[in-house]
């Protein structure tokens, strides 16, 4: 993008006056201007968007120093949920990591959890998985996407210890690798006062019924991404029938359980049972 601005045009534009865009640039680094060759600043369009997105994030209570960090230094600023998604495909595509992850981080920061889960991160997924099966994608853009979301997301699992609810254990049937769709529905159930024992990816049914059975868990849900993973874990339940206290469902594109929140509110209204 040419720098063509100087800095009263960006303070005209952005209504930020200069002594502040001064002070954001030399105690920030938001923004790097160009000098031209008398050594005035020149500022470009993402100047200005960097300084919209700053100044949004303020409004919002953030203070300078936090957004600052948050925007990251990525050569794109995503201002709607719509953006985000957009800019998470984009960057899959550029092999972009920094920006990558500043955009992850700020869906999950910037919306509610679930709305960053549902309108952004899994549909981003959802379009970088399209994008690889049709070859305009390779498997190693695929995977610096779905690793940086995981990544992110078991940061926020590590974060935050409850257990008011219960303790709900979770896991993918035998055979599956994708957790994703897992892990978002642990950081729900945590946040929704659950303790959550996540097993992660291809876990057995007997061993993860036992870890329930030990944790003196109220539920064991499951996450099959294909008919062909929960059909395997039917048959098991079948062998092998859970006890009449422990709640067991299995969620997913591989089954008819797809809504999250619509589980979470099952899993509460089972705990509200127990407890009154
Ligand atoms: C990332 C990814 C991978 C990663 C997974 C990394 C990881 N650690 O999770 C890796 C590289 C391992 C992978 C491997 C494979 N993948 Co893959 N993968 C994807 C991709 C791009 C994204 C999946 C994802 O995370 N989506 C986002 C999440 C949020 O969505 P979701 O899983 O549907 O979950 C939602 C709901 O279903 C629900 N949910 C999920 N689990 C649960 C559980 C409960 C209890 C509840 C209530 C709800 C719930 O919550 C989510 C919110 O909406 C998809 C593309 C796509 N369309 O999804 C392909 C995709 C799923 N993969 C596909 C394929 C073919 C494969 C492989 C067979 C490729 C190969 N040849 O090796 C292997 C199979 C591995 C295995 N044994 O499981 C196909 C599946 C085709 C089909 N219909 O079966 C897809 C659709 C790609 C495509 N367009 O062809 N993959």
């Known amino acids: 993008m040419p720098a063509?601005?100087?800095?009263?045009?960006?303070?005209?534009?952005?209504?930020?006056?200069?002594?502040?865009?001064?002070?954001?640039?030399?105690?920030?680094?938001?923004?790097?201007?160009?000098?031209?060759?008398?050594?005035?600043?020149?500022?470009?369009?993402?100047?200005?968007?960097?300084?919209?997105?700053?100044?949004?994030?303020?409004?919002?209570?953030?203070?300078?120093?936090?957004?600052?960090?948050?925007?990251?230094?990525?050569?794109?600023?995503?201002?709607?949920?719509?953006?985000?998604?957009?800019?998470?495909?984009?960057?899959?595509?550029?092999?972009?990591?920094?920006?990558?992850?500043?955009?992850?981080?700020?869906?999950?920061?910037?919306?509610?959890?679930?709305?960053?889960?549902?309108r952004v991160l899994g549909p981003a997924l959802a379009t970088i998985g399209e994008r690889w099966a049709a070859g305009a994608l390779n498997v190693a853009q695929e995977h610096l996407a779905s690793a940086t979301v995981r990544t992110a997301l078991q940061k926020l699992l590590s974060d935050q210890r409850t257990g008011l609810r219960g303790t709900a254990v979770l896991a993918c049937v035998p055979g599956e690798r994708h957790e994703i769709g897992l892990l978002m529905f642990a950081v729900l159930l945590r946040s929704d006062g659950w303790q959550v024992a996540y097993l992660g990816a291809d876990t057995p049914y007997a061993d993860a019924l036992e870890l329930a059975d030990r944790l003196g868990a109220s539920a064991l849900c499951f996450s099959a991404a294909s008919r062909e993973t929960a059909r395997a874990l039917d048959g098991e339940l079948?062998?092998?029938p859970p006890p009449a206290s422990l709640t067991v469902f299995a969620g997913g594109s591989g089954t008819d359980r797809t809504d999250l929140r619509r589980a979470v509110a099952e899993l509460r209204r089972l705990s509200d049972v127990a407890q009154s």
Request: charged content about 30%; glycine content about 8%; cysteine-free.
């Open 4 to 118: 063509t601005l100087n800095i009263s045009a960006l303070t005209q534009r952005t209504g930020v006056p200069s002594d502040t865009i001064r002070k954001w640039e030399r105690r920030y680094g938001v923004l790097h201007p160009d000098r031209t060759p008398g050594g005035q600043r020149r500022y470009s369009e993402l100047d200005v968007a960097r300084v919209e997105w700053l100044k949004a994030r303020l409004r919002e209570g953030f203070r300078i120093g936090e957004a600052a960090v948050l925007l990251g230094g990525g050569h794109t600023v995503a201002l709607t949920v719509d953006e985000l998604r957009d800019g998470i495909v984009a960057a899959a595509a550029a092999s972009d990591v920094e920006a990558l992850r500043d955009l992850v981080d700020q869906s999950i920061a910037l919306t509610a959890l679930d709305e960053s889960f549902l």
């Open 238 to 240: 079948l062998a092998r």
